[in-house]
T-cell receptor, first 114, second 118 residues
Framework: AQSVTQLGSHVSVSEGALVLLRCNYS??????LFWYVQYPNQGLQLLLK??????LVKGINGFEAEFKKSETSFHLTKPSAHMSDAAEYFC????????????FGTGTKLQVIP | GAGVSQSPSNKVTEKGKDVELRCDPI?????LYWYRQSLGQGLEFLIY????????KSGLPSDRFSAERTGGSVSTLTIQRTQQEDSAVYLC????????????????FGNGTRLTVT
């Protein structure tokens, strides 16, 4: 079974400050890990993913995440928050390989304060 | 090209009525997912169709919920005898199924159906 835990349902940062959204996963097999973003009144879209290879992955809009197996973590970061980053962010996990059932976390709403 | 289409976008129904929610996936996508999004609950997995394999129904919350996928394309999620706790946004997503080691195919989400049970 796989699961993800997102710490903090709401995170507020000032514009220009570091964004850090936390995600820990549980998986009995090597995982694939993802961050999806949902902007207000829009559908979810993939922000970035880790499948194999480099553990630091870069996504759209300046976001990146690092897969740390020893810590079972996949935290999302961005050096400098923009107002347009205000959205809900979901961490997700699936098994590596062909069976791609994707399990999502409960989400973190990011508020950016001007 | 066209994305994942869900209909209706909004549905208001009375408690005890049955509802059907429809999902048209991206053409050629062999995997189809239903999720439920409620306040504070994140995305709750409901059911997963993968190609011609038996669907993974492990997330359906009760026997009032069922889903089918006809011809490997359109899917319908049916909720019988709706209850107020069924009120949520129901999201459909589709993706390609690729062999391990190939480029990962992300989930493409529809805009959801907002169900309100009064």
């Amino acid at each position: 079974a796989q699961s993800v835990t997102q710490l903090g349902s709401h995170v507020s940062v000032s514009e220009g400050a570091l964004v850090l959204l936390r995600c820990n996963y549980s998986s009995s097999v090597p995982p694939y890990l993802f961050w999806y973003v949902q902007y207000p009144n829009q559908g979810l879209q993939l922000l970035l993913k880790y499948t194999t290879g480099a553990t630091l992955v870069k996504g759209i809009n300046g976001f990146e995440a690092e897969f740390k197996k020893s810590e079972t973590s996949f935290h999302l970061t961005k050096p400098s928050a923009h107002m347009s980053d205000a959205a809900e962010y979901f961490c997700a996990v699936s098994r590596s390989g062909g069976y791609q059932k994707v399990t999502f976390g409960t989400g973190t709403k990011l508020q950016v304060i001007p | 090209g066209a994305g994942v289409s869900q209909s209706p976008s909004n549905k208001v129904t009375e408690k005890g009525k049955d509802v059907e929610l429809r999902c048209d996936p991206i053409s050629g996508h062999t995997a189809l997912y239903w999720y439920r999004q409620s306040l504070g609950q994140g995305l709750e997995f409901l059911i997963y169709f993968q190609g011609n394999s038996a669907p993974d129904k492990s997330g359906l919350p009760s026997d009032r919920f069922s889903a089918e996928r006809t011809g490997g394309s359109v899917s319908t999620l049916t909720i019988q005898r709706t209850q107020q706790e069924d009120s949520a946004v129901y999201l459909c997503a589709s993706s390609l199924i690729l062999e391990p080691g190939t480029v990962y195919s992300p989930l493409h989400f529809g805009n959801g159906t907002r169900l309100t049970v009064t």
